[in-house]
């Protein structure tokens, strides 16, 4: 005991000195060091007729401290934890706090920091809401033409959303414009959710999104809607045909205080005469309406005729000289064969027209020297309204040489 006792504190020393020396041989192996994770993060808690209005991070940064063999098996094993808590909050702006979780089984890891380390923001109510659909028509039919019955598929709905922007709704409106209509409408319409303002309310949505209509447009009596017959005579110039004739408006509304006249009628009703007589070309005039006694046109009672003649189309096999051009000073040039055959396409009275010159078979030598050559000829053809078909044959022989010397005469 007295040795115990005396020898004491070289004891305590010689242990103190074993720990250092323990501890400098496992950070030597095993050193500390800082390490940085990108840890998503989570939100716990969150109700679900609550929503949080801003985009919030996705990761976050923590930087801990650690032994290496630590900073491995936290990267291996992706126990670090990263979240806030939205549990029990009302609608409202927060700056909630990150929480970070790291296993006490993994030790000894300390926790320098977390970037960032709170976060803002703004939770609200989703709620939906009822509402009845002001539904209303603007415009006018066309003339002669009366509004009917009107049908709205539904009557009411049901617009979602944050509390927020759903209270700011007043109405939902939808339109239907008549303007100009003679016919029964049947389509679907967008539904708009508006402010006290009248303003278009965003960030809702709305069940349903349309709205199906149909208005039924009827004729007044007495008013009936016919089509314009354009009526012609003459025979146009020969070569030539009508190809269209069409009146413009094609259709006219007509009216009498006694209905059994209106509805008496064909169906059209006719112009005056045009006539068309030698027309080779588009024809156009003003024609009044030839109309029985006690109907009226309501507008303007004359029309524009409009008449396309054309020409007949035909073909034309012609046999043609091959000129040459661009020949080189000093050479000569053959073709084989000489003449080639051309057909030509176009409106009958130019093709009966055509004379010799207007029709050109042109084989091009410029740059060309010495040699034979096999070429494809061109057609100049000088009517406009003419089009080339085919050359027969499709090329030439040219056959190059160098001209001879002249002979001086004694």
């Known amino acids: 005991m007295r040795w115990l006792v005396k020898n004491v504190g070289s004891l305590l020393l010689a242990s103190l000195l074993a720990i250092i020396v323990w501890v400098s041989a496992t950070t030597a192996s095993d050193p500390n060091q800082e390490e940085v994770f990108v840890i998503p993060l989570e939100v716990i808690g969150q109700a679900e007729d609550m929503v949080i209005l801003e985009t919030l991070p996705s990761t976050v940064s923590v930087k801990v401290y650690a032994p290496q063999s630590r900073i491995e098996q936290l990267r291996e094993e992706e126990v670090i934890q990263a979240w806030i808590s939205v549990a029990e909050l009302t609608p409202g702006n927060y ?35 009822e509402f009845p659909v002001a539904a ?24 979602g959303g944050r509390a927020s922007q759903v209270e700011k709704v007043e109405t939902v409106e939808v339109v239907l414009d008549i303007s100009g209509a003679d016919e029964t409408i049947d389509t679907t319409l967008a539904l708009r959710p508006l402010d006290n303002m009248g303003n278009p309310v965003l960030n809702v949505s709305l069940n349903p999104e349309t709205i199906n209509v149909t208005q039924a447009i009827e004729l007044l009596g007495g008013y009936r809607n016919v089509a314009v017959k354009v009526v012609t005579t003459g025979q146009v110039a020969p070569g030539y045909r009508v190809m269209s004739i069409t009146p413009a408006p094609t259709t006219v509304m007509i009216f009498s205080e006694d209905p059994a006249l209106v509805n008496q009628l064909p169906g059209y009703v006719e112009t005056e005469a045009l006539d068309l007589t030698d027309a080779d070309d588009y024809v156009e005039a003003i024609l009044e309406l030839n109309l029985p006694e006690s109907i009226t046109v309501v507008g303007d009672p004359h029309v524009l005729a409009q008449v396309s003649v054309t020409a007949f189309q035909d073909s034309l096999k012609l046999s043609r000289e091959v000129e040459i051009i661009g020949l080189l000073p000093g050479l000569q040039a053959t073709v084989a064969p000489v003449q080639i055959d051309v057909i030509i396409y ?65």
């Open 136 to 159: 209303k028509t603007e415009g006018k039919p066309a003339i002669g033409y009366q509004a009917g019955d009107t049908v709205w598929d539904i009557q009411s709905v049901t617009i």
């Open 346 to 410: 176009g409106p009958v009275p130019i093709l009966d027209s055509l004379m010799l010159r207007d029709v050109r078979v042109i084989v091009d030598l410029t740059n060309l020297g010495v040699g034979v050559y096999i070429i494809t000829p061109t057609v100049d053809i000088l009517p406009e309204d003419l089009n080339e078909e085919a050359i027969l044959p499709a090329t030439v022989e040219v056959t190059i040489i160098e001209a001879p010397t002249p002979t001086a005469i004694p």
């Open 95 to 129: 700056r909630i706090p990150i929480q970070i979780d790291i296993p006490n089984s993994i030790s000894p890891v300390q926790h320098l920091s977390t970037v960032p380390t709170k976060v803002e923001l703004t939770l609200d109510q989703l709620i939906t809401q």
